[in-house]
């Protein structure tokens, strides 16, 4: 980690934003599908449970507050349940919210997403989408009007549902005295945002603005630097996925390029969101634009390891870019693991839990361990010791050492710490951990998962995962000519 992202993650500044979009309520529905309705060709899902998030601009508000920014949010909503739903979360998430407007001619924005084991079968939304009236709209400008002078840097959220009309987009960048003005866009129309003083969009989004195709980095150099120049931007910055960002900057012409760092990626969903919070707060403090863009490219690889929208914390960035870690500082004991899970705890994170002997590992392990990282912000691992391993599969088994199946099983990204355990259930140290997700593999389902009864009544709760078919460990084994006792 350089001293220069060191001091930025380590500064107790409070970078005051203030954030206006369109605001937006996530619902998230669990449930598991076992079978296809005898009425329609469709799957039957069991509901299990139900999740709210902040969606929209509100998932920017929820990542600019996680990385320790004081926001004051602009937006509209009905005058409806969701609406009390969003102003909750985001008092919750310590953010103002005496900027946002009631509209009781139009719902608030609601998506709401059916998952079953952890795969989105459909996604309904619920939205009126237009300009707003010409009360409403006055009542936004006045809530900007009331703020605007007392923040560092503004950040504009367009999902292009309506808050953000011309007269809106007027006061924010064009006006002769205002803090720089970060843009997420939409649609084909950009010459609204001129004036911004950095624009983000992703690549097809950028593609969607000029009306070409930019295939390759000279095309989105030239891309880059056409809108640029053309909105009268200080910088224009296009994300470019596994292949990092790139900007260019007005003044000199200088461009700057940050690789991504390799992430399993497991949703995209709120990455542009993420991005856009980490360059507002770290500008905010006054960090240059290159420095800012290598820890949004950090946050963003976080981001995508994770199902939905996720608020990303400088602790993370910070562990994200520790040098003097490796997959040796995953590897604890129980007494050192519990300890670090007390402090986890205390920073709000959530604790997923799963267990196995690992012993030859392969896709089928990684896709699981992927998707059990997704339930929550730290996956921890219990690893049968080699003689409990022997106990269960025979004298040829383990086919590696315990050290070494833990060292392994530390070097994946999805992994956040691992420990071993001698007895023939993980019982034990369920129990010790008490996790708020306990994953198993979905051919648990009629075994009984051990330990699902004590996180349970400790208001936590059983996942049963997706098992990649075609890969084990016996087959493994068998396809390379030892016999296996399993």
């Given at each position: 980690m350089s001293a220069a992202a060191r001091n930025l993650l380590n500064n107790p500044k409070r970078p005051r934003v203030l954030l206006v979009g369109d605001m937006i309520l996530d619902r998230y529905q669990y449930g598991e599908t076992r079978r296809i309705s005898p009425e329609a060709p469709i799957p039957v899902m069991a509901a299990t449970r139900q999740e709210l998030r902040l969606g929209g601009c509100g998932n920017v508000a929820a990542n600019l507050a996680a990385l320790g920014a004081d926001v004051s949010c602009v937006s509209l909503v009905g005058d409806d349940r969701s609406a009390e739903h969003i102003s909750r979360l985001l008092a919750e998430a310590g953010c103002r919210v005496d900027g946002l407007v009631v509209d009781a001619e139009r719902p608030t924005i609601r998506k709401t997403r059916i998952v079953a084991q952890n795969q989105q079968l459909l996604r309904i939304d619920e939205e009126r989408v237009g300009p707003p009236g010409a009360d409403v709209e006055a009542a936004l400008l006045a809530r900007i009007e009331a703020q605007i002078a007392e923040v560092d840097i503004v950040v504009v959220s367009d999902y292009g549902k309506g808050v953000l009309s011309d007269a809106v987009l007027e006061r924010l960048l064009r006006a002769p005295a205002r803090p720089r003005v970060l843009?997420?866009?939409?649609?084909?129309?950009?010459?609204?945002?001129?004036?911004?003083?950095?624009?983000?969009?992703?690549?097809?989004?950028?593609?969607?603005?000029?009306?070409?195709?930019?295939?390759?980095?000279?095309?989105?150099?030239?891309?880059?630097?056409?809108?640029?120049?053309?909105?009268?931007?200080?910088?224009?910055?296009?994300?470019?996925?596994?292949?990092?960002?790139?900007?260019?900057?007005?003044?000199?012409?200088?461009?700057?390029?940050?690789?991504?760092?390799a992430r399993a990626v497991y949703d995209v969903t709120g990455a542009g969101d993420t991005v856009i919070a980490v360059l507002a707060w770290a500008q905010g403090q006054g960090a240059d634009l290159e420095l800012a863009m290598q820890l949004a490219t950090v946050a963003a690889g976080l981001t995508v390891q994770r199902f939905g929208v996720a608020a990303i914390t400088r602790d993370e960035i910070r562990s994200?870019?520790?040098?003097?870690?490796?997959?040796?500082?995953?590897?604890?004991?129980?007494?050192?693991?519990?300890?670090?899970?007390?402090?986890?705890?205390?920073?709000?994170?959530?604790?997923?839990?799963?267990?196995?002997?690992?012993?030859?590992?392969?896709?089928?392990?990684?896709?699981?361990?992927?998707?059990?990282?997704?339930?929550?912000?730290?996956?921890?691992?219990?690893?049968?010791?080699?003689?409990?391993?022997?106990?269960?599969?025979?004298?040829?088994?383990?086919?590696?050492?315990?050290?070494?199946?833990?060292?392994?099983?530390?070097?994946?990204?999805?992994?956040?710490?691992?420990?071993?355990?001698?007895?023939?259930?993980?019982?034990?140290?369920?129990?010790?951990?008490?996790?708020?997700?306990?994953?198993?593999?979905?051919?648990?389902?009629?075994?009984?998962?051990?330990?699902?009864?004590?996180?349970?009544?400790?208001?936590?709760?059983?996942?049963?995962?997706?098992?990649?078919?075609?890969?084990?460990?016996?087959?493994?084994?068998?396809?390379?000519?030892?016999?296996?006792?399993?």
């Open positions: 843009v997420d866009p939409k649609g084909q129309d950009y010459g609204r945002y001129t004036g911004a003083s950095l624009i983000t969009p992703n690549r097809l989004e950028a593609e969607t603005a000029l009306g070409r195709l930019l295939p390759d980095m000279h095309a989105v150099q030239a891309g880059a630097k056409e809108l640029c120049s053309s909105l009268g931007l200080e910088a224009m910055l296009i994300t470019l996925g596994p292949q990092g960002m790139f900007c260019r900057v007005a003044e000199g012409g200088r461009e700057i390029s940050v690789p991504a760092r994200a870019l520790s040098e003097a870690g490796g997959p040796g500082a995953k590897v604890l004991s129980r007494e050192a693991l519990l300890e670090r899970l007390a402090h986890e705890r205390e920073r709000g994170r959530r604790i997923v839990f799963t267990n196995g002997c690992f012993d030859v590992l392969h896709v089928g392990h990684l896709a699981y361990l992927q998707e059990a990282r997704s339930y929550g912000d730290v996956l921890v691992l219990g690893v049968n010791d080699d003689a409990s391993v022997r106990r269960l599969k025979g004298e040829s088994r383990p086919v590696n050492r315990c050290e070494d199946r833990m060292t392994l099983l530390a070097g994946l990204e999805c992994v956040s710490f691992v420990t071993s355990f001698s007895e023939d259930t993980p019982e034990q140290i369920v129990r010790a951990i008490t996790p708020q997700v306990l994953v198993k593999g979905e051919d648990w389902a009629d075994k009984g998962v051990v330990g699902r009864e004590w996180v349970e009544s400790h208001g936590g709760h059983v996942v049963l995962a997706q098992v990649k078919q075609g890969y084990s460990t016996t087959g493994t084994l068998a396809r390379l000519g030892q016999p296996d006792q399993d």
